[in-house]
């Protein structure tokens, strides 16, 4: 599922992305999952049903977001890790100033900025709105590779994203603790 939201658009707040980057999480079944110890109030909405919006805070400072895929009762999301602005280019700007174009959306948390999205949204339904997830015709040229900053099965090549597009972000292997 993971490449099939590549290529796909999410608008929200004026502002609309063109997905380039994406990584997939397989809940229980992967140590690089936030529902990898199970069920929790931070991680309830990876559980389904799919077409959900997973938020989460990060750093404390950041928020990201995934694409919940998975049937109901399997955790299972689809990080939006970079995109495009192809729609809202002032508002974007104006919400993420001193940025190129280029990076307005080039990682989770730029990507969020850019559309206004916050841990409010956590568990939006993408297709009801107000946030919406429109998928295109399927990318063909996908690269993959490791996941970004994981300590948890960095190795799995479960890192998706447009071959040649230059809005994605540069890798980072996780940092030795």
């Known amino acids: ?80 890790r970079a995109g495009e602005v192809v729609d809202g280019l002032e508002t974007a700007r104006a919400r993420r100033p001193g940025s190129t174009d280029r990076d307005l959306a080039r990682g989770p948390a730029r990507l969020c900025r850019a559309l206004d999205i916050e841990l409010a949204h956590d568990g939006s339904d993408l297709g009801a709105g107000p946030i919406r997830l429109e998928l295109d015709e399927p990318v063909l040229d996908v690269s993959t590779g490791p996941r970004v900053g994981l300590r948890g099965a960095p190795e799995r090549p479960w890192r998706f994203w447009m071959t040649g597009e230059r809005s994605v972000s540069a890798y980072r292997p996780a940092k030795p603790r």
Do not use: K, Q, W
């Not at 389904?48 to 950041?62: D, Q, S, V």
């Open 1 to 80: 599922m993971a490449p099939r939201l590549l290529g796909a658009r999410l608008t929200h707040a004026g502002v609309t992305v063109r997905i380039t980057e994406v990584e997939a999480y397989a809940g229980a079944a992967d140590p690089g999952s936030h529902a990898y110890r199970g069920l929790t109030r931070r991680n309830a909405v990876m559980f389904g049903p799919a077409g959900r919006l997973y938020c989460y805070f990060t750093y404390g400072m950041h928020v990201c977001c995934n694409v919940v895929t998975g049937p109901e009762g399997e955790a299972s999301a689809v990080l939006l």
